[in-house]
């Protein structure tokens, strides 16, 4: 018996030793078999499976296993310990898809070749051979008069096997290897004995496996050549249900598990809850203080737009559920796991609170995400660090949010769930429960796949995502990234693209794109893609401009910059990812180039701080430091000083006033997925009735929906100093026409119609799961 090495194998073992439970094995055919039958079957089938530690899966296909592999990405289909390719005539173990060798050398031996066996064939034209992936095996598509004495003579010269079925499949085997025959050796290599292994098929290609040797189950709608082959053998079940119903019948006719195993094991899924929304999102709809050992929870002191958005869709009395994390430091005594949120403003939600530890966030959120996934996400792949520990809190994290999502929902609830960090909820969630509406909102930029790849866990998350009913992105570039990403992933039919105008540029930005994929499907369900950028809150501007705070921050400003001089404003958050000192350099180029623009401008830098423990933030807080007080040193004069820097943040009624002061902002992140800052100026600007000049990166989102900004290239010193330049000297009427566009579409695409937008679209989506259908890579 071979030493087991896949950590799965690992653990069913272990279960099993503790647990004393019986072993049986699952030996499937696919198409029509394991990925078939009803979304309820196939949900009870697969929990059994994954909770039942004496199951041992092993596909047995037709497909190559370039075919099989897309199923090893969808993560609501159960790891299989080895899988059975080919016909037979190949065997992977299913977890590192390394060859079985000892099973494969015999195989291998009797092969003739792929090149022997085609040029034999070349001669009968009727026929027509099948471009799909596959391995010691020929096979051709022909009707069932084609098959003829003189075929039959070639594969015996040659050694070989011939398998027709389904009417139409024709294939070249080894002499003496089928699925049956490879099972059988795999049994025995397993260690296992033939009484505990249970196979399901539906074709005539099955037939090796449901020929009295095993326990066996046609499912319902099978062959009808295989029923009438197996229609007097006692150890083969004619199921009544298709699929994974057929599957489950024979489980409990054959008796496997025990007499509750079938009955009950699986059943354990979530029972439904009463939201019919849920919110899962990182952060709680309220603040905690914790004082002396109690948590005090009161409304956000400065909330950004979104949370008051999502919370407004339960603001008509919508059942509803806010799924966030809380630690669980032990001063909490029980933790509170249900909290009201507002009980006058939202009377029927409630937060649903997830315990996690100090070390639990510093992991998943602190360090994780913010030292594998961010770097990536924004294109500086080289910076990730990638630990496979580090994965496992993560995907722990994940499973207790999707836990909490799970117990909440009402049935065929919709759950919305936000951004990276939060990646494996729509596996653990489906899983759960296949009755909800799953939607997806990528706050971040979503890369290509050149850089997406570099993830070891692109399978499992990109797997995870396509569980859902809708994913929405900021712009279509980041649509498209995705759609690429999950091109190598699993096979897939396009099913609707539109034009991206007028709403988003298409030429001459980087963010740009034509035409955009809005429906994919796959084997499993029908995927809805959408890019709804995440607009502002406009009242929220308008109240922070008439504030005390903001007329207050006016006069301050007033008196420190003067009304005669120009301001360019630049608002980052400090981060490698917001072009700062690419910024800073071209600064100091612009003053080189225009001696004219001394004692005229004034550079104003807000740096809003990143948590210091980060060795790369704080190098480049000190980069930062250093190019400012060059810049000073070398221009500064008597009451001028070119860069005013302030590593600081402000609240919203502050920030107001330098978006009003300022003639210029210049906005030169080097990735970002949207920006708001830079809606946020045009809507000060437009409310104010200015006409400053927005110089905005072409690798902002923004960038696609912003039409009016004057585009640079910030990974371009030269452009850097240009745009900023031409913003500076922009004839008035021009930026008076720009502005107008500007805060036409931030006031219309404002946060409120992002949201309903959103909404609309993960409610489109028609809740009939699209069975599994055969596609070019899917034989008998």
């Known amino acids: 018996m071979p030493a087991d090495t896949s950590p799965l194998v690992f653990k069913r073992r272990i279960e099993l030793a503790e647990t004393g439970a019986k072993t049986m094995i699952l030996a499937t055919d696919l198409d029509g078999t394991f990925l078939g039958g009803s979304a309820e079957n196939r949900s009870r089938l697969y929990q059994l499976i994954n909770a039942h530690p004496g199951i041992r899966l092993v596909f047995v296909t037709g497909r190559g296993l370039e075919a099989v592999m897309p199923l090893l990405s969808d993560p609501s289909i159960p790891e299989p310990e080895f899988i059975i390719c080919d016909v037979g005539a190949t065997v992977v173990d299913g977890s590192t898809l390394q060859p079985v060798s000892e099973l494969l050398e015999e195989i291998e031996e009797l092969w003739p070749g792929e090149i022997a066996i085609v040029e034999a064939m070349a001669r009968f034209e009727t026929i027509k051979r099948q471009e799909v992936p596959q391995a010691r095996r020929c096979s051709w598509y022909c009707d069932p008069d084609a098959v003829t004495d003189e075929i039959r003579k070639v594969a015996d010269e040659l050694g070989c096997d011939l398998l027709y079925s389904a009417g139409y499949y024709l294939d070249f085997l080894p002499k003496g290897t089928n699925k049956g025959a490879t099972l059988a050796r795999l049994i025995d290599y397993m260690g296992e ?51 994974c119903g057929g599957i489950l019948e024979a489980m409990s006719h054959f008796g496997f598990l025990g007499p509750r195993g079938v009955a009950h094991e699986g059943q354990d899924s979530a029972k ?9 999102y990182h952060r709680l709809p309220y603040e905690e203080v914790r004082e002396r050992g109690k948590v005090r929870r009161q409304p956000h002191s400065s909330p950004n737009g979104i949370l008051p958005t999502l919370l407004s869709f339960f603001a008509d009395g919508t059942r509803g559920a806010w799924i966030a994390w809380s630690i669980d430091d032990g001063t909490e005594e029980p933790f509170v796991t249900h909290t009201s949120v507002d009980n ?198 308008k109240q ?169 290239n910030p990974h371009d010193t030269q452009d850097l100093v240009e745009r900023c330049y031409q913003a500076l000297i922009m004839p008035p009427n021009e930026a008076s026409t720009r502005m107008r566009e500007l805060f036409d579409i931030v006031s219309y695409y404002d946060i409120r119609r992002w949201g309903e937008e959103f909404i609309a679209n993960a409610r489109y989506v028609d809740q009939s799961r699209a069975e599994p259908v055969a596609d070019a890579l899917e034989l008998a």
């Open 544 to 712: 922070a401009l008439a504030s005390r705070a903001a007329q207050k921050q006016t006069r301050l400003l007033q008196d420190e910059l003067g009304s005669e001089r120009r301001v360019i404003l630049s608002v980052e958050r400090l981060d490698y990812t917001k072009g700062v000192l690419q910024k800073l350099v071209a600064y100091e180029r612009l003053l080189e180039q225009h001696p004219e623009l001394h004692n005229d401008v004034t550079l104003v830098i807000i740096c809003v701080p990143a948590a210091r423990e980060i060795k790369v933030y704080r190098d480049l807080i000190a980069d930062i430091e250093q190019a400012v007080g060059r810049i000073n040193g070398r221009f500064a004069q008597v009451g001028w000083t070119p860069v005013n820097y302030y590593y600081r943040g402000f609240p919203l009624q502050q920030l107001v006033s330098f978006y009003e002061r300022a003639d210029v902002m210049w906005i030169t992140p080097l990735r970002d997925g949207l920006n708001l800052v830079a809606k946020e100026y045009v809507a000060t600007q437009g409310l104010s009735h200015c006409m400053g000049r927005l110089v905005l990166s072409e690798f902002t989102g923004a960038a696609a929906e912003l039409h009016g900004a004057l585009l640079t």
């Open 344 to 541: 006058a403003a939202y009377p029927n939600l409630i937060c649903s609170r997830v315990a996690l530890s100090k070390d639990d966030v510093d992991i998943f959120y602190k360090r994780f995400s913010k030292e594998a996934f961010w770097p990536m996400l924004h294109t500086f792949w080289e910076r990730a660090e990638f630990r496979e520990e580090h994965w496992e809190v993560f995907c722990d994290v994940n499973r207790k949010f999707a836990e909490k999502a799970a117990e909440e929902a009402a049935h065929g609830a919709l759950v919305w769930i936000h951004d990276y960090n939060l990646w494996m909820v729509p596996a653990y969630l489906r899983e759960r429960r296949p009755d909800l509406r799953i939607a997806f909102f990528h706050h971040t930029h979503f890369p290509s796949a050149d850089i997406f790849n570099v993830v070891p866990w692109r399978r499992e998350i990109v797997g995870s995502l396509l569980q859902c009913d809708y994913v929405g992105f900021h712009i279509p570039r980041q649509v498209e990234n995705f759609v690429d990403v999950v091109r190598g992933v699993v096979p897939f039919k396009v099913q609707e693209r539109q034009n991206c105008a007028p709403r988003f540029l298409t030429y001459g930005c980087a963010a740009g794109l034509g035409e955009m994929t809005v429906e994919i499907e796959t084997d499993q369900r029908t995927i809805r893609l959408g890019a709804n950028p995440v607009g502002l809150d406009i009242e929220r501007m």
């Open 272 to 280: 439904p809850g009463t939201s019919d929304l849920v919110m899962v």
């Open 193 to 243: 004995h033939i009484d505990d292994v249970l196979t399901a098929g539906d074709t005539l290609n099955d037939l090796s496996m449901l020929d009295g040797r095993f326990k066996g189950v046609c499912v319902g709608d099978s062959e009808g050549g295989l029923l009438e082959a197996t229609n007097k053998s006692a150890r083969v079940l004619h199921a009544e249900e298709p699929g």
